[in-house]
């Protein structure tokens, strides 16, 4: 019989760690800043048609050499190739550059998203974002006691804030697609805590004179291979688009990366560790009043 990881006694590691993560993503957050992308500053698009195909690659080679930096290349699924600029940037300059590079090229759009409409994008990704965390507190809050529901969601705050930590290290866009992609590492990460958590659960029915830690520990290990198995796959799925999917999946991948990595070991380390900690806390404080 394999003998079980004590996991809780890591957790003054691990604390140390996340802590580590959450301030180090914080303190960037702060001074560095996260590198919005267009959706949120506002800026142009230009798109162009031609009648040889064009790879993303290609363009963007070619913006690079010309000294143009502050960009996005994307194909569309016509086959056009759609460049997109922050304000402020000589966009007349790269428009006039890939008509007269490619041959045969034809403007198929050129526009301008103004600040007012990316403030507005900006306000409603935010309210989205808060929106599901208030929806994910209120589900966690029915399907578990309160502090349970307390605990998942620190380890939620914690994957959230280390991923945007990632963005700001790596000075990636961010972007609308990638708020999606938030929203969707935080609902994994809620996943993986809900399956540790509703094992601990029945565990505590089936064996409730063993000590909280004893059935913490017996029931991440009895979920671990479920969770490492999910996160593998998914995880590899992620890395096959960070790496082949071109910029804009790439960019997206990297929220998924990043996510699965924290949020598994989140839901391991964190999430259980703060349950055990603050249940015997509470413990001593009501027998301090009984007393």
Known sequence: MVKPIPFMNFRVKAYLVSLFLVLGSLLLLQTRGLNLGLDFTGGYVIEIATSQKLS??????LLEENGFKSFLVQETKEG????????????????????????????????MIGAVFSEELKTKA????????????VYLGFRFKTLWAITALLALFHDVIVTLGAYSLT????????????????????????????????????????????????????TLSRTLMTSLTTFAVAVVLFLFGGEMLSNIAFAFLVGIIVGTYSSIFVASSLLLDLSAILKKKKEAKAV
Do not use: C, Q, W
């Open 56 to 61: 993303e690659s290609e363009v963007k080679k």
């Open 80 to 111: 056009h190739i759609v460049v997109k600029t922050r304000l402020g940037e000589p966009v007349k300059e790269i428009k006039k550059l890939l008509l007269k590079h490619f041959k045969n090229a034809k403007l198929v759009r050129f526009e």
């Open 126 to 137: 935010v309210y989205a974002l808060i929106t599901a965390l208030v929806l994910i507190a």
């Open 171 to 222: 000075f990636r866009d961010v972007n609308l697609e990638v708020m999606g992609a938030l929203l969707t590492v935080a609902g994994y990460s809620v996943t993986d805590t809900v399956v540790v958590f509703d094992r601990i659960r029945e565990n505590l029915k089936l064996r409730p004179v063993t000590p909280l830690r004893e059935l913490i520990d017996l029931s991440i290990n009895e």
